[in-house]
């Protein structure tokens, strides 16, 4: 079995395999109690294999339209697929879902064009412009083809002088997001979504290119949460993020890396502790990121290391009651053993004998 992940991102993996060998698209995790677990595939998002742990069942669609029709395996104890003797027609974007998460996948099967040259691996961060160029002048009799997966979207006739711009197919995933250039026949997104993610295909008169578009959601900005222990000369931090997966968390102290903790399932929090001397004026700084890219959160000692700007216990717990659930806990977490720490020490204090005056 042979496969390589070229990239790793914010929820998007990409794998690619050469034609005829097998492929598995792993899900990273153990089945787990009341798990369900769906593939999906292609610009419809067509359903091709399901895991329901409750009733025990396993189902795949292999016959939906044939192309996967005794190549497709699901494995009971990890859902991960995998697909025997690929073929030019299992390329596309594939999507995992379960309970808590969606995880999506771009599969390259190499054969597509023949010559890895011709296929393009272009990247947008959600919300931003792109363009999948031609990389070359229309000229007479020219014909341009667009295609997302067998969908035609846009083309251009030169002869006709005209350009038709398919952009209300799939429901109308590209609706008024579509520009094609006149001269060269470069296709433009504007505000490009996750959902355009996916299998590009740009047939002229004389050549065929495949574009690879993976769309990114943008990282949110880490934040830092503080506690005061009392009778500590230390102040405690917590950076956290909510709802973020295949991204790294790590604490700088100026170009140094002090810690980290990286996660692969997607929407779920992340937190990560740190003790700082109250008078430090070093810069310290968390970030947020993933291999496309990365968020930052500057921290400032004399901002949330005092009376007025440590978190206290109250605010933890209301933390907890609001949507911050997961990263609140941990918070707590820190809270309580500091908190147990400090208490033990001013118990031991109590208890050290007084000398006479």
């Known amino acids: 079995m042979a496969s390589g992940v070229f990239g790793d991102t914010y929820g998007l993996k990409a794998v ?11 899900t990273d995790r153990e089945m ?37 029709r005794g190549r497709m395996k699901v494995d009971r104890q990890t859902g991960c697929l995998t697909i025997t003797n690929t073929r030019i027609e299992h390329a596309g974007r594939y999507e995992l879902q379960t309970n808590p998460m969606k995880k999506f996948f771009i599969l390259t099967v190499y054969g597509v ?37 067998n969908y035609l979207i846009a083309e251009i006739k030169e002869t006709a002088n005209g350009i038709t711009i398919y952009d209300d197919v799939l429901e109308g995933r590209f609706r008024d997001r579509l520009q094609v250039d006149e001269e060269t026949g470069s296709l433009t997104f504007t505000n ?7 299998f590009y295909q740009l047939q002229t008169n004389h050549t065929k290119k495949v574009f690879t578009l993976s769309v990114y959601a943008p990282l949110p900005v880490p934040v ?22 295949q991204v790294t968390l790590s604490w700088y102290k100026e170009n ?10 997607l929407s779920i929090s992340l937190s990560l502790p740190l003790e700082v001397e109250y008078q430090d004026q070093n810069p310290y700084r968390c ?13 400032d000692i004399s901002e949330h290391c005092t009376v007025r700007g440590c978190d206290t216990v109250q605010a933890v717990i209301r933390l907890v009651v609001t949507a911050l659930v997961g ?19 001013e118990q031991n204090q109590s208890h050290s004998p007084i000398s006479a005056t």
């Open 327 to 345: 990263v609140a806990a941990a918070a707590a977490v820190v809270v309580l053993y500091y908190d147990i720490r400090s208490r033990r020490a």
């Open 113 to 149: 064009v023949g010559d890895r040259d011709e296929m393009k691996s272009v990247s947008v961060m959600e919300g931003n412009s792109v363009t999948l160029h031609t990389d070359t002048e229309m000229s007479n009799n020219d014909l341009i083809q667009w295609r997302f997966g």
């Open 256 to 265: 140094r890396l002090l810690s980290s903790i990286s996660v692969s399932d």
């Open 16 to 26: 690619s395999v050469m034609e005829g060998e097998s492929v598995t698209l792993h």
């Open 32 to 68: 787990r109690n009341n798990d369900r677990i769906l593939w999906r595939f292609g610009p419809e998002n067509t359903l091709i294999a399901e895991i329901n742990v409750v009733d025990s069942s396993m189902t795949v669609n292999d016959d939906s339209d044939g192309r996967f």
């Open 287 to 299: 970030v947020l990121n993933n291999s496309f890219t990365e968020q930052t959160q500057h921290l």
């Open 224 to 245: 830092i949460f503080s506690y005061c222990p009392p009778s500590s000369s230390k102040c405690v931090l917590l950076c956290s993020a909510v709802n973020v997966g």
């Open 192 to 198: 490009a979504r996750i959902e355009h993610t996916g």
